[in-house]
């Protein structure tokens, strides 16, 4: 059974700096990609970014310039860098891959709560 199980969530205040992690465990062969989503209050769950296998990368507009997304393939870990965090940052984090097992399927995780606020 493939688990996603993020951390680094918290409060944070504006203009700081948080990293989000995501693991992936199980037995699967290959990750195709990871990344990141959000879901503030009484919004609907939105992209934030995506990394590939070839390490490109893929960005929301709300977010270019101000969070990176990396990953360590020997850990099956993807990583969410947020800095210049705005209180309209403010959301569940949902870490997102697609992996292959037999064939390629989409997970989630369980979600980490980023509060933005002074």
């Known amino acids: 059974q493939v688990q996603l199980v993020e951390s680094g969530g918290g409060l944070v205040q504006p203009g700081g700096s948080l990293r989000l992690s995501c693991a992936a465990s199980g037995r699967f062969f290959s990750i195709t990609s990871m990344g990141w989503y959000r879901q503030a209050p009484g919004k609907q769950r939105e992209f934030v970014a995506t990394i590939f296998g070839g390490n490109s990368t893929n960005y929301a507009d709300s977010v270019k310039g101000r969070f990176t997304i990396s990953r360590d393939n020997a850990k099956n870990t993807v990583y969410l860098q947020m800095n210049s965090l705005k209180p309209e940052d403010t959301a569940v984090y949902y870490c997102?891959?697609?992996?292959?097992?037999?064939?390629?399927?989409?997970?989630w995780g369980q979600g980490t709560q980023v509060t933005v606020s002074s």
């Open positions: 997102n891959a697609y992996i292959r097992i037999t064939t390629v399927q989409t997970y």
